[in-house]
T-cell receptor, first 114, second 117 residues
Framework: AQSVTQLDSHVSVSEGTPVLLRCNYS??????LFWYVQHPNKGLQLLLK??????LVKGINGFEAEFKKSETSFHLTKPSAHMSDAAEYFC????????????FGAGTRLFVKA | GAVVSQHPSRVICKSGTSVKIECRSL??????MFWYRQFPKQSLMLMAT?????????EQGVEKDKFLINHASLTLSTLTVTSAHPEDSSFYIC?????????????FGPGTRLTVT
């Protein structure tokens, strides 16, 4: 069985400070993990993905995430938040064994204060 | 990059009518397409998986007679909400998987906002 837990429903940071959005997963198979961002009333944009290559994954807009198998975590970070980063972020786990399946986390709303 | 479009982006319909939402892969062939539903301030919930030329597979709790899915070609899938009611108002998002490339790739459409009055 697969599941993904985003540990914070809301995160608030000041502009220019680091961002940490936490995600834990469980998977019976070697997972592929993704982070997507969704701005209000918009579709999903892929930030980055992990598919069993390098454990530190760099994405767009300065975001990166580290796959830690021992901690079953895939936290999203950014060194310095920008106002335009304010959005909803989804951690996603996918498998392609026994049929393709995608599970979305509940989402984390990121607020960025000026 | 691969692009998926949805049409319309917004639709308002009256209770009891049906509305069709189209999902198109613009520059690749999609062997599989997925339909998701998103309620305000909530995550995406998978409604159904459709493979070209075959019947859609619906997730538990999704009424297949109410949400008709057709995947008639490798670039087009449609979702028809039949006899719509206000509780069907939601944001509907499709995604498409290419027939080639990484097995984990899927590309999301921009979504369709359905409001039933």
């Amino acid at each position: 069985a697969q599941s993904v837990t985003q540990l914070d429903s809301h995160v608030s940071v000041s502009e220019g400070t680091p961002v940490l959005l936490r995600c834990n997963y469980s998977s019976s198979y070697s997972p592929s993990l993704f982070w997507y961002v969704q701005h209000p009333n918009k579709g999903l944009q892929l930030l980055l993905k992990y598919t069993s290559a390098a454990t530190l994954v760099k994405g767009i807009n300065g975001f990166e995430a580290e796959f830690k198998k021992s901690e079953t975590s895939f936290h999203l970070t950014k060194p310095s938040a920008h106002m335009s980063d304010a959005a909803e972020y989804f951690c996603v786990v996918s498998r392609n064994t026994g049929g393709f399946k995608t599970i979305f986390g509940a989402g984390t709303r990121l607020f960025v204060k000026a | 990059g691969a692009v998926v479009s949805q049409h319309p982006s917004r639709v308002i319909c009256k209770s009891g009518t049906s509305v069709k939402i189209e999902c198109r892969s613009l520059d690749f062939q999609a062997t599989t397409m997925f339909w998701y539903r998103q309620f305000p301030k909530q995550s995406l919930m998978l409604m159904a998986t459709s493979n070209e030329g075959s019947k859609a597979t619906y997730e538990q709790g999704v009424e297949k007679d109410k949400f008709l899915i057709n995947h008639a070609s490798l670039t087009l899938s449609t979702l028809t909400v039949t006899s719509a009611h206000p509780e069907d108002s939601s944001f509907y998002i499709c995604s498409a998987r290419p027939g080639q490339g990484s097995p984990y790739e899927q590309y999301f459409g921009p979504g369709t906002r359905l409001t039933v009055t």
